[in-house]
T-cell receptor, first 117, second 113 residues
Framework: AQSVTQPDIHITVSEGASLELRCNYS??????LFWYVQSPGQGLQLLLK??????LVQGIKGFEAEFKRSQSSFNLRKPSVHWSDAAEYFC???????????????FGKGTKLSVKP | NAGVTQTPKFQVLKTGQSMTLQCAQD?????MSWYRQDPGMGLRLIHY???????DQGEVPNGYNVSRSTTEDFPLRLLSAAPSQTSVYFC????????????FGSGTRLTVV
């Protein structure tokens, strides 16, 4: 069965430091991969997505992610974190065939990012 | 362009009561879905629809009903509320399946007492 693992429940980084959030997936074919961000009390906003082509994808707010097929990973990175990046981040995989239909997303359990001044 | 609109934003129910969470989108998206979010559990799919008149179950459908009579609306019905249904509910829509990604509503926080 398809699954998404975000190994880190909570990460704290200093403002201005670099950030990497890990995501590993289990899937039988090339997946569609997404990163979403959720600010407190808000819905989820799409940061970036990968479905083919260049394995390094750029997103909004200065984020990027790299798809590594050999490691089944899709880690999210940012070179310099801002205090406004404090939020919860969710990795998701597009699960073709899940529930009998294409396109349902399976989400990881999320990584909460705290930013120290 | 309002995107995905969910109402109400907050709701408290007594055990056994029924209610409908509303979801509407104005982007002419074919695909809509409902997720629940619980601490430490991520988002779990309740029901989804690939177009008007077509719905199917997700991972955690028990205790919930849906219908899709129009492209715009996808209400979620709680038949007889239970404390285990205390959660934050998100509606999402997409132009299609696969690589599009979803647009999410801002959520409904439901407490069942």
């Amino acid at each position: 069965a398809q699954s998404v693992t975000q190994p880190d429940i909570h990460i704290t980084v200093s403002e201005g430091a670099s950030l990497e959030l890990r995501c590993n997936y289990s899937y039988g074919a090339t997946p569609y991969l997404f990163w979403y961000v959720q600010s407190p009390g808000q819905g989820l906003q799409l940061l970036l997505k990968y479905f083919s082509g260049d394995t390094l994808v750029q997103g909004i707010k200065g984020f990027e992610a790299e798809f590594k097929r050999s490691q089944s990973s899709f880690n999210l990175r940012k070179p310099s974190v801002h205090w406004s990046d404090a939020a919860e981040y969710f990795c998701a995989v597009g699960a073709i065939g899940y529930g009998g239909s294409q396109g349902n997303l399976i989400f990881g359990k999320g990584t909460k990012l705290s930013v120290k001044p | 362009n309002a995107g995905v609109t969910q109402t109400p934003k907050f709701q408290v129910l007594k055990t056994g009561q029924s209610m409908t969470l509303q979801c509407a989108q104005d982007m002419n998206h074919e695909y809509m879905s409902w997720y629940r979010q619980d601490p430490g559990m991520g988002l779990r799919l309740i029901h989804y629809s690939v177009g008007a008149g077509i719905t199917d179950q997700g991972e955690v459908p028990n205790g919930y009903n849906v219908s899709r009579s129009t492209t715009e609306d996808f209400p979620l019905r709680l038949l007889s509320a239970a404390p285990s249904q205390t959660s934050v509910y998100f509606c999402a829509s997409s132009p299609g399946t696969g690589s599009y990604g979803y647009t999410f509503g801002s959520g409904t926080r439901l407490t069942v007492v």
